[in-house]
């Protein structure tokens, strides 16, 4: 087994010609959970999106390997069935459908095969059971008056079904209250218990979901790179005295 799951290699990205990534190294063993925090506009964004493959990013240097294999070519269909998961924010309404068709759908493409909706709909029941949510969510359709909390937590079950190799969890944490940022954090550690070798990759701009989770490294993005690494304690440095020794 290849402990190094995810790595990305000097990676350089721009959008709309100009570059946002600028020479980014970080690598995920199986098991870790990895936090990047960084000022608005740092790139944290434009780096989940590029690892999902998305269209608005072009990639001019650089690797990204899961499990030692390169995918920096893939595109997005591809990397999602090889087990790359970004937490899939639905920044419109998809009318019409509900999470069990959603998730069916992911699922399907995840394992590729038909997953039917009975078993969707018994996994559905007992993650939602698990990280004690109302039953009732399953049948609501996507987006059609979902709180933000309730999109946050949308994505966690998202995770726990589709049971990535890397999931990569932009700003789950943003806009949450007390009950969903503990469901969050429960979720998390519940589906690395469930699939142990799982890696995690979290943007937060908050030490305070630091604090629920077990966390291996946290990371200081600035200006499209990773300039400083560290543990928890990193975060704690962040909350007290901002990113002022670390911006250019
Ligand atoms: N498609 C694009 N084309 C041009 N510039 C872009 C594009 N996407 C993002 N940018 C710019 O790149 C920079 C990084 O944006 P990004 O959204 O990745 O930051 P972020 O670290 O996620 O910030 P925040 O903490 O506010 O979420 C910003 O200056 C942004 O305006
Ligand atoms: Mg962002």
Do not use: C
Not at 119 to 125: A, D, G, N
Not at 173 to 181: H, K, M, N
Not at 198 to 226: A, C, E, N, P
């Amino acid at each position: 087994m290849n402990s190094n799951l995810f790595e990305i290699e000097d990676l350089r990205a721009s959008g709309d010609g100009t570059e946002i990534l600028k020479g980014l190294n970080l690598t995920v063993n199986e098991g870790e959970l990895h936090v990047i925090m960084g000022p608005n506009g740092s790139g944290k964004t434009t780096l989940a999106s590029t690892l999902m493959a998305s269209p608005s990013y072009v990639v001019s240097k650089g690797r990204v390997r899961l499990r030692g294999e390169d995918v920096t070519d893939w595109p997005t269909d591809v990397r999602a069935k090889a087990g790359i998961f970004l937490a899939f924010q639905y920044p419109e309404e998809i009318s019409g459908v509900s999470v069990i068709q959603f998730l069916r759908q992911a699922m399907s493409a995840r394992k590729g095969t038909e997953v039917s909706a009975l078993e969707v709909r018994f996994s559905l029941m007992e993650w939602m059971d698990r990280l004690g949510m109302d039953p009732s969510f399953a049948q609501r359709h996507l987006n059609q008056g979902f709180s933000g909390g309730e999109k946050k937590r949308n994505e966690i079950l998202q995770m726990a079904l589709l049971e990535p190799e890397v999931a990569i969890l932009d700003e789950t944490d943003s806009g949450l209250d007390i009950d969903a940022l503990n469901v969050v954090a429960r979720g998390i550690e519940e589906v690395r218990k469930q699939k142990p070798t799982i890696g995690i990759v979290l943007v937060t701009h908050y030490q305070r979901i630091l604090d629920l989770l077990s966390v291996d490294k946290v990371h200081i993005m600035i200006d499209g790179r990773i300039v400083e690494t560290g543990g928890p304690e990193l975060s704690q440095v962040l909350e007290a005295e901002g990113y002022g020794k670390w911006k250019i």
